[in-house]
């Protein structure tokens, strides 16, 4: 059993090696290895001062397994959306620790007022698709061949949820 809860400062090595053993895979996020220590730091900060949402999954054993953020836009005219990120490592993949870890962050940028998530995701990863689909995420676009797998192009798929029209604001 895993438990999913907001991220603290206390998580950062744990949610460190996470996003490393996941972008070791080189098949899901952008790049092979996290960013330095100091930068993950300094995001996770970030996030908690700014009210972004960000969760971690913990295992029983307490170590951190999987995760998902939203990144408020920077700017006023961006200042209304967020970029979502997530991750699970492999070995707790494929037993709904992926949609508890999204379910907790949209419901926080709901209470946030983040009128629009955006995200973007690898076409091939199916599983992914469909659980954003399941959220109410809808395809946008793609970037044909943008991103290089193991140096095979695959297409960017560009998902976006949008907040029921009566949220935004009228003029």
């Not at 971690?56 to 307490?62: E, I, K, N, R, T």
């Not at 700017?75 to 870890?101: D, F, I, K, N, Y």
């Not at 798929?157 to 009566?166: I, K, S, T």
């Amino acid at each position: 059993m895993t438990r999913v809860r907001p991220i603290t400062e206390a998580d950062i090595p744990g949610f460190h090696a996470a996003l490393d053993a996941v972008a070791r895979e080189s098949s899901f996020l952008r790049g092979n290895q996290a960013p330095p220590l100091d930068d993950v730091a300094s995001f996770v900060r970030g996030n908690i001062q700014t009210r972004n949402p960000q969760f971690v999954a913990l295992s029983d054993q307490g170590s951190i397994v999987g995760w998902c953020d939203i990144v408020r836009g920077r700017g006023e005219h961006e200042s209304h959306l967020g970029e979502l990120g997530m991750g699970v490592m492999a070995q707790w993949r494929g037993a709904g620790l992926g949609r508890r870890l999204l379910a907790a962050t949209v419901a926080a940028a709901d209470a946030e007022r983040f009128l629009r998530i955006e995200l973007s995701v690898h076409s091939d990863n199916l599983r992914a698709i469909s659980l954003y689909r399941g959220f109410g995420f809808v395809e946008e676009g793609r970037k044909l061949k943008a991103r290089l797998k193991a140096a095979v192009p695959v297409d960017v798929v560009l998902m976006a949820r949008l907040r029921p029209v009566e949220d935004w604001p009228s003029r």
